[in-house]
Protein backbone atom coordinates (compact mmCIF):
# COMPACT_ATOMS: atom_id res chain seq x y z
CA UNK A 1 0.00 0.00 0.00
CA UNK A 2 2.47 2.87 0.94
CA UNK A 3 4.43 1.26 -1.57
CA UNK A 4 1.59 2.59 -4.56
CA UNK A 5 1.85 5.60 -2.54
CA UNK A 6 5.53 6.18 -3.66
CA UNK A 7 5.47 5.06 -6.89
CA UNK A 8 2.12 7.04 -7.86
CA UNK A 9 2.15 9.34 -10.87
CA UNK A 10 4.49 12.61 -10.39
CA UNK A 11 3.91 14.12 -13.63
CA UNK A 12 7.19 16.96 -13.37
CA UNK A 13 8.31 15.33 -10.19
CA UNK A 14 6.22 18.24 -8.68
CA UNK A 15 5.46 16.25 -5.43
CA UNK A 16 9.22 15.29 -5.23
CA UNK A 17 10.16 19.01 -5.24
CA UNK A 18 7.25 20.35 -2.90
CA UNK A 19 8.30 17.78 0.21
CA UNK A 20 12.26 18.35 -0.70
CA UNK A 21 11.78 22.01 -0.53
CA UNK A 22 9.24 21.36 2.46
CA UNK A 23 12.34 19.93 4.30
CA UNK A 24 15.08 22.22 3.45
CA UNK A 25 12.82 25.15 4.28
CA UNK A 26 11.54 23.92 7.88
CA UNK A 27 15.07 23.01 8.81
CA UNK A 28 16.52 26.11 7.88
CA UNK A 29 14.04 27.75 9.85
CA UNK A 30 14.70 25.44 13.06
CA UNK A 31 18.48 25.74 12.53
CA UNK A 32 18.14 29.35 12.97
CA UNK A 33 15.95 29.47 15.61
CA UNK A 34 18.64 27.16 17.45
CA UNK A 35 21.69 29.17 16.59
CA UNK A 36 19.81 32.57 17.66
CA UNK A 37 19.86 30.95 21.01
CA UNK A 38 15.63 30.24 21.17
CA UNK A 39 14.23 27.70 23.59
CA UNK A 40 12.75 24.48 22.20
CA UNK A 41 9.10 25.54 22.57
CA UNK A 42 10.52 28.73 20.34
CA UNK A 43 12.16 26.50 17.89
CA UNK A 44 8.83 23.97 17.51
CA UNK A 45 7.13 27.10 17.21
CA UNK A 46 8.28 28.20 14.13
CA UNK A 47 9.40 24.79 12.81
CA UNK A 48 5.74 24.41 12.70
CA UNK A 49 5.28 28.45 11.47
CA UNK A 50 7.25 27.44 8.12
CA UNK A 51 5.82 23.90 7.10
CA UNK A 52 2.53 25.83 7.41
CA UNK A 53 3.70 28.27 5.35
CA UNK A 54 4.85 25.90 2.70
CA UNK A 55 2.00 23.33 2.81
CA UNK A 56 -1.36 25.67 2.82
CA UNK A 57 -0.34 28.52 1.22
CA UNK A 58 -0.78 27.61 -3.08
CA UNK A 59 -1.64 30.89 -4.60
CA UNK A 60 -2.05 30.25 -8.64
CA UNK A 61 1.13 32.52 -8.99
CA UNK A 62 4.21 32.83 -7.00
CA UNK A 63 3.40 37.16 -6.29
CA UNK A 64 0.15 35.95 -4.89
CA UNK A 65 1.93 33.16 -2.51
CA UNK A 66 4.32 35.79 -1.28
CA UNK A 67 1.90 37.91 -0.56
CA UNK A 68 -0.40 35.41 1.33
CA UNK A 69 3.31 34.40 2.96
CA UNK A 70 3.28 37.82 4.19
CA UNK A 71 0.09 38.21 5.91
CA UNK A 72 0.67 34.91 7.74
CA UNK A 73 1.67 36.96 11.04
CA UNK A 74 -0.95 39.22 10.95
CA UNK A 75 -3.43 36.54 12.00
CA UNK A 76 -1.34 34.10 13.49
CA UNK A 77 0.68 36.55 16.02
CA UNK A 78 -2.68 38.09 17.38
CA UNK A 79 -3.91 34.63 17.49
CA UNK A 80 -1.33 33.57 19.33
CA UNK A 81 -1.05 36.26 22.11
CA UNK A 82 -4.59 35.49 22.76
CA UNK A 83 -4.47 32.01 23.28
CA UNK A 84 -1.20 32.53 25.44
CA UNK A 85 -3.54 35.51 27.63
CA UNK A 86 -6.56 32.80 27.91
CA UNK A 87 -3.95 29.98 28.92
CA UNK A 88 -5.34 29.65 32.61
CA UNK A 89 -9.05 30.77 31.78
CA UNK A 90 -10.40 27.76 30.14
CA UNK A 91 -14.26 29.06 29.29
CA UNK A 92 -13.08 32.14 27.46
CA UNK A 93 -9.99 29.74 26.08
CA UNK A 94 -12.75 27.48 24.34
CA UNK A 95 -15.10 29.90 23.03
CA UNK A 96 -12.38 31.85 21.27
CA UNK A 97 -10.97 28.51 20.05
CA UNK A 98 -14.32 28.23 18.59
CA UNK A 99 -14.80 31.03 17.04
CA UNK A 100 -11.57 30.96 15.52
CA UNK A 101 -12.19 27.55 13.68
CA UNK A 102 -15.42 28.76 12.61
CA UNK A 103 -13.54 31.81 10.89
CA UNK A 104 -10.85 29.94 9.18
CA UNK A 105 -13.30 27.31 7.38
CA UNK A 106 -15.50 30.51 6.63
CA UNK A 107 -12.24 32.25 5.23
CA UNK A 108 -11.98 29.63 2.21
CA UNK A 109 -14.98 31.72 0.78
CA UNK A 110 -11.83 33.81 -0.33
CA UNK A 111 -9.92 31.38 -2.55
CA UNK A 112 -6.37 30.02 -1.32
CA UNK A 113 -5.37 32.91 0.69
CA UNK A 114 -8.21 32.52 2.71
CA UNK A 115 -7.76 29.04 3.19
CA UNK A 116 -3.99 29.16 3.90
CA UNK A 117 -4.78 32.31 6.85
CA UNK A 118 -7.53 30.60 8.18
CA UNK A 119 -5.39 27.73 8.68
CA UNK A 120 -2.68 29.65 9.94
CA UNK A 121 -4.89 31.44 12.60
CA UNK A 122 -6.19 27.66 13.83
CA UNK A 123 -2.65 25.95 14.15
CA UNK A 124 -1.17 28.87 15.88
CA UNK A 125 -4.03 28.59 18.73
CA UNK A 126 -3.79 24.96 18.55
CA UNK A 127 0.45 25.43 18.56
CA UNK A 128 -0.55 27.16 22.01
CA UNK A 129 -2.57 24.73 23.72
CA UNK A 130 0.16 22.09 22.82
CA UNK A 131 3.09 23.82 24.18
CA UNK A 132 0.90 25.54 27.19
CA UNK A 133 1.84 28.78 25.81
CA UNK A 134 2.17 31.88 28.50
CA UNK A 135 2.46 35.31 27.67
CA UNK A 136 5.84 35.72 29.41
CA UNK A 137 6.71 33.23 26.24
CA UNK A 138 5.06 35.80 23.29
CA UNK A 139 8.26 37.58 22.67
CA UNK A 140 10.09 34.55 21.91
CA UNK A 141 7.70 33.04 20.07
CA UNK A 142 7.14 36.30 17.75
CA UNK A 143 10.70 36.14 16.68
CA UNK A 144 10.97 32.37 16.06
CA UNK A 145 8.06 32.59 13.87
CA UNK A 146 8.83 36.02 12.11
CA UNK A 147 12.82 34.07 11.82
CA UNK A 148 11.39 30.99 10.41
CA UNK A 149 8.78 32.71 7.50
CA UNK A 150 11.45 34.45 6.25
CA UNK A 151 14.13 31.12 6.25
CA UNK A 152 11.39 29.15 4.56
CA UNK A 153 10.26 32.46 2.17
CA UNK A 154 14.06 32.13 1.25
CA UNK A 155 14.09 28.80 -0.14
CA UNK A 156 10.76 29.16 -1.55
CA UNK A 157 10.93 32.36 -3.56
CA UNK A 158 14.78 32.35 -3.33
CA UNK A 159 17.12 29.18 -3.77
CA UNK A 160 13.79 27.10 -5.13
CA UNK A 161 10.94 28.38 -6.64
CA UNK A 162 9.88 25.56 -8.78
CA UNK A 163 7.04 27.26 -9.85
CA UNK A 164 8.44 30.20 -12.05
CA UNK A 165 8.64 27.51 -15.06
CA UNK A 166 5.05 25.62 -14.13
CA UNK A 167 1.66 26.58 -15.51
CA UNK A 168 -0.44 28.72 -13.73
CA UNK A 169 -3.35 26.90 -11.92
CA UNK A 170 -6.24 28.86 -9.96
CA UNK A 171 -6.92 26.22 -7.63
CA UNK A 172 -11.09 25.55 -8.49
CA UNK A 173 -13.25 27.51 -6.50
CA UNK A 174 -15.83 24.97 -4.85
CA UNK A 175 -19.65 24.66 -6.34
CA UNK A 176 -21.77 26.21 -4.20
CA UNK A 177 -24.68 23.70 -4.44
CA UNK A 178 -28.51 23.94 -3.46
CA UNK A 179 -30.08 26.32 -0.92
CA UNK A 180 -29.63 29.45 0.97
CA UNK A 181 -26.17 29.20 2.35
CA UNK A 182 -23.55 29.39 0.77
CA UNK A 183 -20.67 25.72 1.30
CA UNK A 184 -18.20 27.99 2.81
CA UNK A 185 -20.90 29.20 5.64
CA UNK A 186 -22.88 25.73 6.29
CA UNK A 187 -19.60 24.25 6.94
CA UNK A 188 -18.48 27.05 8.99
CA UNK A 189 -21.01 25.97 11.35
CA UNK A 190 -20.59 22.68 11.10
CA UNK A 191 -17.48 22.60 11.98
CA UNK A 192 -17.92 25.23 15.03
CA UNK A 193 -20.53 22.98 16.79
CA UNK A 194 -18.71 19.35 15.65
CA UNK A 195 -15.72 20.94 17.12
CA UNK A 196 -17.63 22.12 20.19
CA UNK A 197 -19.01 18.54 20.81
CA UNK A 198 -15.01 17.39 20.55
CA UNK A 199 -13.92 19.66 22.31
CA UNK A 200 -16.55 18.66 25.23
CA UNK A 201 -16.10 14.88 24.73
CA UNK A 202 -12.09 15.39 24.69
CA UNK A 203 -11.88 17.25 27.91
CA UNK A 204 -13.74 14.54 29.63
CA UNK A 205 -11.04 12.08 28.23
CA UNK A 206 -8.02 13.93 29.08
CA UNK A 207 -8.41 18.03 31.04
CA UNK A 208 -4.53 18.15 29.00
CA UNK A 209 -4.82 16.81 25.57
CA UNK A 210 -7.95 17.43 24.61
CA UNK A 211 -6.72 20.11 21.77
CA UNK A 212 -5.99 16.91 19.87
CA UNK A 213 -9.65 16.03 19.11
CA UNK A 214 -11.03 19.20 17.91
CA UNK A 215 -7.63 19.43 15.81
CA UNK A 216 -8.70 15.97 14.59
CA UNK A 217 -12.35 17.63 13.43
CA UNK A 218 -10.57 21.09 12.35
CA UNK A 219 -8.40 18.92 9.47
CA UNK A 220 -11.05 16.34 8.41
CA UNK A 221 -12.77 19.68 7.67
CA UNK A 222 -9.91 21.20 5.56
CA UNK A 223 -10.24 20.53 1.52
CA UNK A 224 -13.88 19.14 1.69
CA UNK A 225 -16.66 20.24 0.39
CA UNK A 226 -19.73 17.67 0.69
CA UNK A 227 -20.07 15.09 3.53
CA UNK A 228 -19.43 12.06 1.80
CA UNK A 229 -16.09 13.47 1.60
CA UNK A 230 -15.72 14.29 5.06
CA UNK A 231 -17.08 10.83 6.05
CA UNK A 232 -14.15 9.36 4.18
CA UNK A 233 -11.73 11.90 5.28
CA UNK A 234 -12.75 11.08 8.88
CA UNK A 235 -11.92 7.06 8.38
CA UNK A 236 -8.80 7.99 6.70
CA UNK A 237 -7.45 10.39 9.66
CA UNK A 238 -8.36 7.66 12.38
CA UNK A 239 -6.99 5.00 10.05
CA UNK A 240 -3.47 6.74 9.52
CA UNK A 241 -3.30 8.02 13.07
CA UNK A 242 -3.69 4.27 14.28
CA UNK A 243 -0.69 2.96 12.25
CA UNK A 244 1.41 5.90 13.24
CA UNK A 245 0.53 5.07 16.70
CA UNK A 246 2.03 1.38 15.95
CA UNK A 247 5.09 2.97 14.42
CA UNK A 248 5.25 5.25 17.65
CA UNK A 249 5.62 2.83 19.46
CA UNK A 250 8.11 1.27 17.67
CA UNK A 251 10.54 4.09 16.97
CA UNK A 252 9.14 7.19 19.08
CA UNK A 253 9.35 5.75 22.53
CA UNK A 254 12.07 3.60 21.92
CA UNK A 255 14.21 7.08 20.85
CA UNK A 256 12.75 8.55 23.50
CA UNK A 257 14.07 12.07 22.12
CA UNK A 258 17.31 11.12 21.18
CA UNK A 259 19.13 14.51 19.41
CA UNK A 260 20.30 13.17 16.04
CA UNK A 261 18.15 10.06 15.80
CA UNK A 262 14.68 11.85 16.59
CA UNK A 263 16.00 15.06 13.96
CA UNK A 264 16.22 12.73 11.23
CA UNK A 265 12.64 10.56 11.46
CA UNK A 266 11.45 14.32 11.93
CA UNK A 267 12.64 14.89 8.58
CA UNK A 268 12.01 11.77 7.16
CA UNK A 269 7.93 12.72 8.71
CA UNK A 270 8.32 15.86 6.95
CA UNK A 271 8.96 14.52 3.83
CA UNK A 272 6.41 12.12 3.63
CA UNK A 273 3.64 14.95 4.92
CA UNK A 274 4.64 16.62 1.84
CA UNK A 275 4.80 14.04 -0.72
CA UNK A 276 1.75 12.14 0.30
CA UNK A 277 -0.75 14.93 1.11
CA UNK A 278 -1.99 15.02 -2.90
CA UNK A 279 -2.28 11.44 -3.01
CA UNK A 280 -3.19 9.46 0.14
CA UNK A 281 -4.40 11.04 2.96
CA UNK A 282 -4.05 8.43 5.29
CA UNK A 283 0.08 8.03 4.91
CA UNK A 284 -0.20 11.83 5.31
CA UNK A 285 -1.68 11.67 8.70
CA UNK A 286 0.60 7.96 9.32
CA UNK A 287 3.74 10.56 9.35
CA UNK A 288 1.89 13.48 10.91
CA UNK A 289 1.46 10.79 13.70
CA UNK A 290 4.97 9.70 13.81
CA UNK A 291 5.93 13.56 13.82
CA UNK A 292 3.90 14.51 16.33
CA UNK A 293 4.96 11.46 19.00
CA UNK A 294 8.35 12.48 18.22
CA UNK A 295 7.86 15.80 19.42
CA UNK A 296 6.61 14.93 22.60
CA UNK A 297 9.75 12.69 23.15
CA UNK A 298 11.78 15.64 22.61
CA UNK A 299 9.52 17.68 25.59
CA UNK A 300 9.66 14.58 27.30
CA UNK A 301 6.82 13.81 28.00
CA UNK A 302 6.03 10.33 25.67
CA UNK A 303 4.58 7.44 27.09
CA UNK A 304 2.43 4.63 25.75
CA UNK A 305 -0.50 6.06 27.57
CA UNK A 306 -0.41 9.14 25.55
CA UNK A 307 0.30 7.11 22.50
CA UNK A 308 -3.82 5.28 23.30
CA UNK A 309 -4.84 8.73 23.93
CA UNK A 310 -3.92 10.76 21.04
CA UNK A 311 -6.26 7.42 19.21
CA UNK A 312 -9.24 8.54 21.53
CA UNK A 313 -9.36 12.14 20.95
CA UNK A 314 -8.62 11.62 17.19
CA UNK A 315 -11.75 9.22 16.87
CA UNK A 316 -13.54 11.97 19.02
CA UNK A 317 -12.55 14.78 16.49
CA UNK A 318 -13.86 12.81 13.85
CA UNK A 319 -16.82 11.54 15.31
CA UNK A 320 -17.37 15.57 15.92
CA UNK A 321 -17.03 16.32 12.28
CA UNK A 322 -19.14 13.42 11.08
CA UNK A 323 -22.05 13.83 13.23
CA UNK A 324 -22.16 17.63 11.98
CA UNK A 325 -22.03 16.68 8.60
CA UNK A 326 -24.53 14.31 8.81
CA UNK A 327 -26.92 16.66 11.27
CA UNK A 328 -26.18 20.14 10.55
CA UNK A 329 -26.62 21.87 7.30
CA UNK A 330 -25.58 18.78 5.16
CA UNK A 331 -24.37 19.09 1.56
CA UNK A 332 -24.91 16.20 -0.83
CA UNK A 333 -22.03 14.55 -2.27
CA UNK A 334 -24.61 14.11 -5.58
CA UNK A 335 -24.59 17.96 -6.20
CA UNK A 336 -21.42 18.86 -5.78
CA UNK A 337 -19.72 15.67 -7.38
CA UNK A 338 -22.09 16.59 -10.68
CA UNK A 339 -20.70 20.13 -10.28
CA UNK A 340 -17.17 18.97 -10.22
CA UNK A 341 -17.52 16.53 -13.23
CA UNK A 342 -19.22 19.61 -15.09
CA UNK A 343 -16.66 21.56 -14.93
CA UNK A 344 -14.18 19.08 -15.79
CA UNK A 345 -16.15 18.54 -19.07
CA UNK A 346 -15.93 22.63 -19.56
CA UNK A 347 -12.66 22.29 -19.35
CA UNK A 348 -11.80 19.52 -21.55
CA UNK A 349 -13.62 21.47 -24.36
CA UNK A 350 -11.33 24.95 -23.37
CA UNK A 351 -8.28 22.91 -23.94
CA UNK A 352 -9.47 21.11 -27.18
CA UNK A 353 -9.92 24.10 -28.30
CA UNK A 354 -6.86 26.08 -27.11
CA UNK A 355 -4.91 23.01 -28.94
CA UNK A 356 -7.10 23.33 -32.38
CA UNK A 357 -6.23 26.87 -32.34
CA UNK A 358 -2.98 26.51 -31.85
CA UNK A 359 -2.77 23.68 -34.70
CA UNK A 360 -4.37 26.21 -36.90
CA UNK A 361 -1.04 28.94 -36.32
CA UNK A 362 -3.03 31.00 -33.45
CA UNK A 363 0.34 32.38 -31.72
CA UNK A 364 -1.79 33.15 -28.65
CA UNK A 365 -3.53 29.94 -28.21
CA UNK A 366 -1.64 28.03 -25.39
CA UNK A 367 -3.21 24.92 -23.86
CA UNK A 368 -0.39 24.32 -21.03
CA UNK A 369 -2.52 26.07 -18.66
CA UNK A 370 -6.00 24.48 -19.51
CA UNK A 371 -4.50 21.34 -19.12
CA UNK A 372 -2.77 21.79 -15.67
CA UNK A 373 -6.49 23.46 -14.67
CA UNK A 374 -8.36 19.92 -15.92
CA UNK A 375 -5.96 18.10 -13.47
CA UNK A 376 -6.70 19.71 -10.55
CA UNK A 377 -10.37 19.57 -11.78
CA UNK A 378 -10.03 15.85 -11.90
CA UNK A 379 -8.09 15.63 -8.70
CA UNK A 380 -11.34 17.10 -7.18
CA UNK A 381 -13.55 14.85 -9.16
CA UNK A 382 -11.71 11.86 -7.44
CA UNK A 383 -11.95 13.43 -3.66
CA UNK A 384 -15.70 13.98 -4.48
CA UNK A 385 -16.34 10.12 -5.45
CA UNK A 386 -14.29 9.04 -2.64
CA UNK A 387 -17.22 7.88 -0.98
CA UNK A 388 -18.31 5.34 -3.53
CA UNK A 389 -15.23 3.90 -5.11
CA UNK A 390 -14.07 3.29 -1.14
CA UNK A 391 -13.29 -0.37 -0.72
CA UNK A 392 -16.03 -0.18 2.33
CA UNK A 393 -18.80 1.12 0.35
CA UNK A 394 -22.05 -0.80 0.18
CA UNK A 395 -23.03 0.54 -3.38
CA UNK A 396 -21.34 -2.21 -5.45
CA UNK A 397 -23.57 -0.64 -8.65
CA UNK A 398 -22.80 3.03 -7.88
CA UNK A 399 -19.18 1.99 -7.09
CA UNK A 400 -18.53 0.09 -10.77
CA UNK A 401 -20.57 3.28 -12.12
CA UNK A 402 -17.85 5.59 -10.17
CA UNK A 403 -14.82 3.88 -11.42
CA UNK A 404 -16.42 4.13 -15.08
CA UNK A 405 -16.78 7.58 -14.76
CA UNK A 406 -13.38 8.28 -13.14
CA UNK A 407 -11.69 6.04 -16.02
CA UNK A 408 -13.06 7.88 -18.29
CA UNK A 409 -12.44 11.25 -17.02
CA UNK A 410 -8.83 9.64 -16.98
CA UNK A 411 -9.07 9.07 -20.65
CA UNK A 412 -10.20 12.63 -21.25
CA UNK A 413 -7.24 13.87 -19.70
CA UNK A 414 -4.51 11.72 -21.69
CA UNK A 415 -5.90 12.56 -25.06
CA UNK A 416 -5.87 16.30 -24.02
CA UNK A 417 -2.47 16.19 -22.50
CA UNK A 418 -1.01 14.19 -26.11
CA UNK A 419 -3.07 16.72 -28.47
CA UNK A 420 -1.65 19.71 -26.16
CA UNK A 421 1.94 18.04 -26.51
CA UNK A 422 1.41 17.88 -30.33
CA UNK A 423 0.46 21.39 -30.92
CA UNK A 424 2.98 22.67 -28.88
CA UNK A 425 5.26 21.17 -31.58
CA UNK A 426 6.30 24.41 -34.12
CA UNK A 427 6.33 21.87 -36.78
CA UNK A 428 2.57 19.95 -36.34
CA UNK A 429 0.79 20.52 -39.61
CA UNK A 430 -3.29 21.21 -39.35
CA UNK A 431 -5.50 18.88 -40.79
CA UNK A 432 -9.01 20.16 -42.21
CA UNK A 433 -10.63 17.49 -39.97
CA UNK A 434 -9.67 18.89 -37.01
CA UNK A 435 -12.32 21.86 -36.42
CA UNK A 436 -15.22 18.96 -37.55
CA UNK A 437 -13.44 16.78 -34.43
CA UNK A 438 -13.78 19.68 -32.22
CA UNK A 439 -17.14 20.41 -33.19
CA UNK A 440 -18.41 17.41 -32.11
CA UNK A 441 -16.16 17.65 -28.89
CA UNK A 442 -18.18 20.77 -28.33
CA UNK A 443 -21.07 19.41 -28.84
CA UNK A 444 -20.80 16.03 -26.77
CA UNK A 445 -19.57 18.31 -24.32
CA UNK A 446 -22.76 20.40 -24.36
CA UNK A 447 -24.82 17.32 -24.36
CA UNK A 448 -23.08 16.13 -21.04
CA UNK A 449 -23.59 19.33 -19.35
CA UNK A 450 -27.01 19.82 -20.41
CA UNK A 451 -29.97 18.03 -17.94
CA UNK A 452 -31.44 15.63 -20.45
CA UNK A 453 -28.65 16.38 -23.25
CA UNK A 454 -27.05 13.59 -23.86
CA UNK A 455 -30.23 11.56 -24.78
CA UNK A 456 -29.33 13.17 -28.45
CA UNK A 457 -25.66 12.85 -28.47
CA UNK A 458 -24.53 10.15 -30.66
CA UNK A 459 -21.08 9.54 -31.62
CA UNK A 460 -20.69 8.98 -35.67
CA UNK A 461 -18.09 6.08 -36.98
CA UNK A 462 -14.68 7.47 -36.73
CA UNK A 463 -12.26 6.01 -39.50
CA UNK A 464 -8.85 5.32 -38.85
CA UNK A 465 -6.84 8.65 -37.94
CA UNK A 466 -3.03 8.90 -39.28
CA UNK A 467 -2.45 12.08 -37.77
CA UNK A 468 -1.27 11.98 -34.76
CA UNK A 469 -3.89 15.05 -33.41
CA UNK A 470 -6.76 13.90 -34.68
CA UNK A 471 -6.19 10.41 -33.36
CA UNK A 472 -6.49 12.06 -29.78
CA UNK A 473 -9.30 13.85 -31.08
CA UNK A 474 -10.52 11.03 -32.19
CA UNK A 475 -9.66 8.89 -28.70
CA UNK A 476 -11.13 12.33 -26.83
CA UNK A 477 -15.02 11.63 -28.37
CA UNK A 478 -14.86 7.91 -27.65
CA UNK A 479 -13.89 8.48 -23.81
CA UNK A 480 -16.98 11.40 -23.96
CA UNK A 481 -19.16 9.43 -25.65
CA UNK A 482 -18.52 6.56 -23.19
CA UNK A 483 -19.73 9.05 -20.91
CA UNK A 484 -22.99 9.05 -21.57
CA UNK A 485 -24.58 6.23 -20.09
CA UNK A 486 -22.94 6.49 -16.59
CA UNK A 487 -23.89 10.36 -16.56
CA UNK A 488 -27.22 10.24 -17.48
CA UNK A 489 -29.09 6.74 -17.06
CA UNK A 490 -28.09 6.31 -13.58
CA UNK A 491 -27.87 9.98 -12.32
CA UNK A 492 -26.63 8.95 -8.56
CA UNK A 493 -23.64 6.97 -10.60
CA UNK A 494 -20.94 9.66 -10.17
CA UNK A 495 -22.48 10.72 -6.59
CA UNK A 496 -24.26 9.22 -3.35
CA UNK A 497 -26.62 10.83 -1.00
CA UNK A 498 -25.06 9.21 1.96
Known amino acids: MLKRVFVAPDPGRVRLRFAGRGVLGISLAVALCGLAGHSLVASITGGLAALLALFTVTD ?20 LAVAAVLHDQPAARDLIFLAVMGAGVYARRWGPRGHALGVFAFMMFFAAQFLHTVPGQLPELYIAVLLSLGASSLV ?16 PAPPEGRGPLRITTRQAVQATLGGAFALGLGQLLSDQRWYWAVGATWWVFVNTTSRGETLVRGFRRVLGTVIGIVAGFAVAIPLDGAGAPTAAVVAVSVFGIFYTAAVSYSWMMFFVTVMAGMLYGVLGVLDAALLWLRVA ?58 VAELEVLLGRVRLSLAPLVHPLSPLPARKAR ?7 LD ?5 VRGLASIAADPDASHDARLSAACSRVEAAVEALTTPGGSGGFHLPELPAAADPALAHLHGLERALAGLVSPLSHAPHAASTNA
Open 156 to 171: RFGLWCYERRLPVVAA
Open 60 to 79: PTVRGQAVTTALLPAVGLPV
Open 402 to 408: ARQVLAL
Open 313 to 370: ETAVGSLGAVLAVLLVLPVTTHAITDAWIQKALRCVHACTAEAADRLAGSTLADPAPR
Open 411 to 415: DCVTE
